[in-house]
T-cell receptor
Framework: AQKVTQTQTSISVMEKTTVTMDCVYE???????LFWYKQTASGEIVFLIR??????ENATVGHYSLNFQKPKSSIGLIITATQIEDSAVYFC????????????FGGGTRLTVRP | EAGVTQSPRYAVLQEGQAVSFWCDPI?????LYWYQQPRDQGPQLLVY??????IDNSQLPSDRFSAVRPKGTNSTLKIQSAKQGDTATYLC?????WGTGQDTQYFGPGTRLLVL
């Protein structure tokens, strides 16, 4: 069964620094898809970035990038030049190719960016 | 382009009452999902549809929860006889069909349900 674990429950950083959030996953499927979402204080869940398991290059979108370490079943989210508005809860999620469209989410990491 | 819309945004019920949540997906998205997010947890899939067909409702508490998408566009999730344990945010999401490479799920704003 698929499982996604985020061990960091909360992180606090200074503005304009770089932060990395960890995520490890378990799957028996050889093909899978990994996603990061952000949930703001209003409750809105926003898609940030995805990594398909067959792609070797780490995905990058704006000031978000991924550190995909397939042998370690790890997909870290890196945010560079953090801003106050990056403060939110960040969720890692996985979809297995043989499990249809089901997304399994981790428990989330709360990021606080301090001025 | 409009995102996923949901209504109502908030609902407060007494135990035993019924409630319905409504979702309008992104135009052109054939797959629609309902998630339950308890406080301080990640979203958990309840049910999803491709067009009007239920693909997986194995996580839906079938005795009190039901979901329909009759014309393959809007969807309604209903809770009969709500319990305090149903207190959570109910999220709707939509996507293009999985396996297309463009199957990222996009979420609506959610409905916050409090059952007293």
């Amino acid at each position: 069964a698929q499982k996604v674990t985020q061990t960091q429950t909360s992180i606090s950083v200074m503005e304009k620094t770089t932060v990395t959030m960890d995520c490890v996953y378990e799957t028996q499927d050889s093909s899978y898809f990994l996603f990061w979402y952000k949930q703001t204080a209003s409750g809105e869940i926003v898609f940030l970035i995805r990594q398909d398991s067959y792609k070797k290059e780490n995905a990058t979108v704006g000031h978000y990038s991924l550190n995909f370490q397939k042998p370690k079943s790890s997909i870290g989210l890196i945010i560079t030049a953090t801003q106050i508005e990056d403060s939110a809860v960040y969720f890692c999620a996985m979809r297995e190719n043989n499990a249809g469209a089901k997304l399994t989410f981790g428990g989330g990491t709360r990021l606080t960016v301090r001025p | 382009e409009a995102g996923v819309t949901q209504s109502p945004r908030y609902a407060v019920l007494q135990e035993g009452q019924a409630v319905s949540f409504w979702c309008d997906p992104i135009s052109g998205h054939d797959t629609l999902y309902w998630y339950q997010q308890p406080r301080d947890q990640g979203p958990q899939l309840l049910v999803y549809f491709r067009d009007e067909a239920v693909i997986d409702n194995s996580q839906l508490p079938s005795d009190r929860f039901s979901a329909v998408r009759p014309k393959g566009t809007n969807s309604t999730l209903k809770i009969q006889s709500a319990k305090q344990g149903d207190t959570a945010t109910y999220l709707c999401a939509s996507s293009l069909h999985w396996g297309t490479g463009q199957d990222t799920q996009y979420f609506g704003p959610g409905t916050r349900l409090l059952v007293l």
